[in-house]
C-alpha cells in the first residue's frame, strides 16, 4: 500500500499506522491478502494524494468502496473511466448534478477532476473484498477516516461537508462548531434518493455549495 500521501494528511495517516487500531487493520488485510483474497481498491488511500487538505473544499462522504471487479478506484462515489456502466447511485448525482447546475452527463464515472479541484472524496472505509460489501468495515478504517473528517474541519478554511444518508450523517458531530457548511440529505441510492424527509433528488447541495464557497472566496467548478 502506498503510505505516502498529500503533506497536509500525513500526520493523521502516521498516527493511526501507530495505533493498536491501524496496526490490527493492516495486519489483517495482509492476511486476506495471503489466504487469496481480492481487495480493492488497489490504492485506498488515493483521495489523499489527488486532495491536498490545504486545496479542500468540499468533503462528500462515501460509506464502502465498490465490490465489483474494474470498478473502485481509491475515491467515493467515483469508478475507472472505462467502466461503461455506472452504479445507481452515481447514475443518481450525474442526475441531480443535471438538475441543479444544468451540466450534462459526463462520458463516464471518473470523478478524478473533483478530487483536483479540491472535492475531497472519502469512502469511511477504505478497503473491500470481492463480492462481499462492507466486508472491512469496523475493521479500523474508521479511526483513520474519523481523524480526516476531524483534521478537515479543525482547518480553518471555509469548506462544505456534503452528509449524505444517516451513516454520512452520523459524523456531524465531528464537524460542527468549526464554521463550515453542513448539507445534510438522503443517499443518493435508489433506495432512498427520491424518499423523504430530504430526498437527495432535488437537495440543491452543488449550487448551495458552489455560491456559498463562492462568498468565501474559494469558488468550487462541479463541471466533469
Do not use: C
Not at 442526475?95 to 441543479?100: A, I, N, P, V, W
Not at 474519523?146 to 474541519?153: E, F, S, T, V, Y
Not at 430526498?199 to 456559498?212: D, E, L, Q, V
Amino acid at each position: 500500500m502506498n503510505f505516502h500521501v498529500d503533506a497536509g494528511w500525513q500526520p493523521v495517516l502516521d498516527a493511526w499506522r501507530a495505533s493498536t487500531e491501524g496496526k490490527r487493520l493492516l495486519a489483517y488485510l495482509a492476511e486476506r491478502e495471503a489466504a487469496g483474497a481480492t481487495i480493492y481498491p488497489p490504492d485506498p488511500l488515493r483521495a489523499l494524494r489527488l486532495t491536498p487538505l490545504a486545496d479542500t473544499r468540499v468533503v462528500i462522504l462515501g460509506q464502502d468502496p465498490y465490490h465489483g471487479p474494474g470498478q473502485a478506484e481509491g475515491l467515493a462515489f467515483s469508478v475507472q473511466p472505462d467502466l461503461h456502466k455506472l452504479p445507481p447511485s452515481l447514475k443518481n448525482i450525474f442526475k441531480e448534478l443535471q438538475r441543479d447546475l444544468g451540466q450534462q452527463p459526463p462520458m463516464n464515472g471518473h470523478l478524478g477532476a473533483w478530487a483536483e479541484r479540491g472535492v475531497l472524496l472519502l469512502n469511511t472505509s477504505l478497503t473491500v473484498e470481492d463480492g462481499q460489501p462492507a466486508s472491512h468495515a469496523k475493521r479500523g478504517w474508521e479511526a483513520l477516516t474519523d481523524a480526516l473528517i476531524a483534521a478537515a474541519a479543525a482547518d480553518p478554511t471555509p469548506k462544505v461537508f456534503m452528509l449524505w444518508g444517516a451513516h454520512a450523517q452520523a459524523k456531524a458531530p465531528l464537524i460542527e462548531g468549526h464554521g463550515h457548511l453542513v448539507l445534510q440529505s438522503n443517499h443518493p441510492s435508489p433506495l432512498s434518493a427520491s424518499r423523504p424527509p430530504v430526498p437527495f433528488i432535488g437537495n440543491g447541495h452543488f449550487s448551495t455549495a458552489a455560491h456559498w464557497l463562492a462568498e468565501k472566496g474559494r469558488a468550487i467548478d462541479f463541471g466533469l
